[in-house]
């Protein structure tokens, strides 16, 4: 069973800075996409960035130059550092993994492709 926990939301006012966490367990994938995703009100979700085996990492045009995704010295983690937070990035957000998806980490992967989610932590931007 994968299980998936992120954390490090929070509320902040527009300009400032988070860092999201996630670690992964339970998957048995020797072959690893992670992502990020978020869910606004009333909206769908969507990808903010994935990153794959090798360290390539795409991201959605309204967070590039302003989020990094990274993975941690521990294969199960995953970070989103995000600057620049302006009241659009307002959402919930969520980590997921997968075993080998060819458009990781090269082009926007859709939430779709992958199947596990958490509890999400929630991002609140100010103005």
């Known amino acids: 069973q994968v299980q998936l926990a992120e954390s490090g939301g929070g509320s902040v006012q527009a300009g400032g800075s988070l860092r999201l966490s996630c670690a992964a367990s339970?998957?048995?994938?020797?072959?690893?996409?992670m992502g990020w995703f978020r869910q606004g009100p009333e909206k769908e979700r969507e990808s903010v960035a994935t990153?794959?085996?090798?360290?390539?990492?795409n991201y959605v045009d309204s967070v590039k130059g302003r989020f990094t995704i990274s993975k941690g010295t521990a294969k199960n983690t995953l970070y989103l550092q995000m600057d620049s937070l302006t009241p659009e990035d307002s959402a919930m957000y969520y980590c997921s993994v997968n075993s080998y998806v060819f458009e990781c980490g090269r082009e926007v992967v859709s939430p779709s492709r992958f199947g596990y989610w958490g509890q999400g932590t929630q991002v609140t931007v100010s103005s």
């Open positions: 339970g998957y048995t994938y020797t072959t690893l996409c």
């Open positions: 990153i794959a085996e090798d360290g390539s990492a």
